[in-house]
């Protein structure tokens, strides 16, 4: 029922491991290990023994079967020492330095635990303000974002999940525009996804071109004011280039608070689907919709299952709550207090496929309303239910339930749309609401070998309508999309569309489509083509706040800033070179000359140094701005090995041969071409250099490489196959990679 790309990203990440890092659990040792972990809460509401079990095996059941799965933590860490089994914490940032502080030190032990964090600076004061207790001024929140993003760098987190935040700001704080452009080189605040919380008004003055003003967190009173749509424009032309910020509607959020008399909602967590108070953290999993699709006869949404399904996820993710180990005294009151719950759904673009059923179509968000809809009524009668049972939750009083006639709850919420990357190639299912992102994967190991993994669903339409081929499979891997080839008909290209093949207005209506029945909020991409304006991400925005979503995030192929340098490459050399292992480098001449080039990179600027002396190219040295850490140390030793190689009497062809068309999770697109990584421009760097010795020019352009998916959407740093963006992440399908944890 595994496939062996979930075999591999459990052996990687989830499985219990000996002191040297082998598994030492099976995945069904796993699915065992945690169903009896949970069901043990049940102990706490008076069942015996025996319906324990019976809990236990229906537990047992939906998981191995893959048809629910909990949010990651939960599979990791159930019936296990550490024990704490929720994804993400918000955690409040007060105007003082004691709060701050305090927050970095309940961060690190939240990321040491596995979860990632998430916080609003928007109480801080703006920089250069007066700090009345020293008679300073304020080095204001960017500054202090960049403390957090030190502290999460320096936790590590075991080798399975990694440190995670998203820092918001409310788009009326007199920093916003140091906030908005704060990740334009790539280089700053690589370990936060950032989101402005955009206000009613602020969008209201955006239609009508209108100033809005800009309040100081400390005094209350109007900084400035600024021209709606001019800051609007400068949080689209950000998103376009690099994909960042992203928008939340955080007055819409409130209005779906379900227990304003506890706060507001500032933040929400890394990937932006679960907005929280402070405190709270999120107990998501996830309902594989690839599998409630019943094949008796004409194809059809299994909605009896589907119900089945929902009442026992809601039992579970309750009395996970209650089996968690939570890293903050303030944590467990809060989770226990409010008790929200995040179910979602995965699969949902296999379901579609199986329906016959075109992704970017009304009948596609049709289906999703009616999904959804059915998902959430379940859900909400499952819940009260159990609070018949056990009792509602303890802040219900003065909640948006305690109303006459009311629903009377077990958990303040129950819906949520998490983007499940992992979670689904655990299941095999397509990611979250996300369309298909790719219909093969063309995966090179180390001997030039192309290994291909083709969507069942596909595969089955192609064997049997008679058009599969290994070199027809192939070359759909290498473009990602089948639309455009002769050999696969009109009806099967129509119904097996791509992330990439969809216009973003789909994108958002399917977005909307789930929105109207969560509620928490929904994790969505929104993909746009190299290709796209400013013009058609501001339209999008506009678009998403019209049609009710909370949020929004976008990516256009190949834009991503950030990323994380991989050394690896899939080309190979045949050009017949000599063994270099044989040859020893002569030693580094006492005086060099030389140039220095300064390379945009998704990673920042890169300056490249290449020296030579009488018997030519002898060295290279590549520096980047501010990096540190792997960064530097990685860079370093390229720089090594490529100046050893040269001195030893490698051609410098062959050299850039070797770094030209590395690619790192996220490539970069410049005038005339692309940068795929750090090792890829110290080649285009040797490169421009040689033209400059040969033809007495230098030029500015970058040699085009091939436009493949890859190249397109970037390589995963740990084992160098295609990269997937969703909701603000970076996912891998073959090792289960992901960036946000």
Known sequence: MLTQNAITVLEKRYLKKDQQGNPIETPEGMFHRVAKAIAEAELLYGKSEAEVGRIEEEFYRITSELEFLPNSPTLMNAGRELGQLAACFVLPIEDSMDSIFETIKNTALIHKSGGGTGFSFSRLRPACDIVQSTNGVSSGPISFMEVFNSATEAIKQGGTRRGANMGCLRVDHPNILDFITSKKEGD??????????????????VEKGEEYDLTNPRSAKVDKTLNARKVFDLIVNMAWRNGEPGIIFI???NRDNPTPKLGEIESTNPCGEQPLLPYEACNLGSINLSKMVTTAGKPAIDYMKLGETVRTAVRFLDDVIDVSKYPLEQIDRMVKGNRKIGLGVMGYADMLIALGIPYDSEQGTSIADEVINFIQTEARQASAELAGERGVFPNFESSIYDVPDGLRMRNATVSTVAPTGTLSIIAGCSSGIEPLFAVCYVRNVLDGTELVEVNPLFEEVA???GFYSEDLMKEIGRRGTVKGLDAVP?????LFVTAHDIAPVWHVKMQAAFQKYVDNAVSKTVNFPNSATTKDVAEVYKLAY??????VTVYRDGSRDQQVLSVGSSERTDGGEKDVSALAPRPRPLRTWGVTEKVKTGCGSLYVTINEDEQGLCEVFARMGKSGGCASSQLDAVSRVISAALRAGVKPESVIKQLRGNRCSAPLWVDGGMVLSCPDAIGIALERYLEYKQTGEASDTVTKWSST???MVGACPDCGSTVEHEGGCIVCRFCGFSRCG
Do not use: H, Y
């Open 188 to 205: 700053r605040l690589t370990n936060f996804n950032i989101s402005v919380l955009v206000t009613d008004r602020f969008m209201q003055a």
């Open 251 to 253: 007055e819409r959020i």
């Open 463 to 465: 064997t049997e309508r």
């Open 490 to 494: 009109p009806d099967v290209q129509r």
């Open 546 to 551: 019209r049609l009710g979503c909370k949020g």
């Open 709 to 711: 998916l890859d190249n």
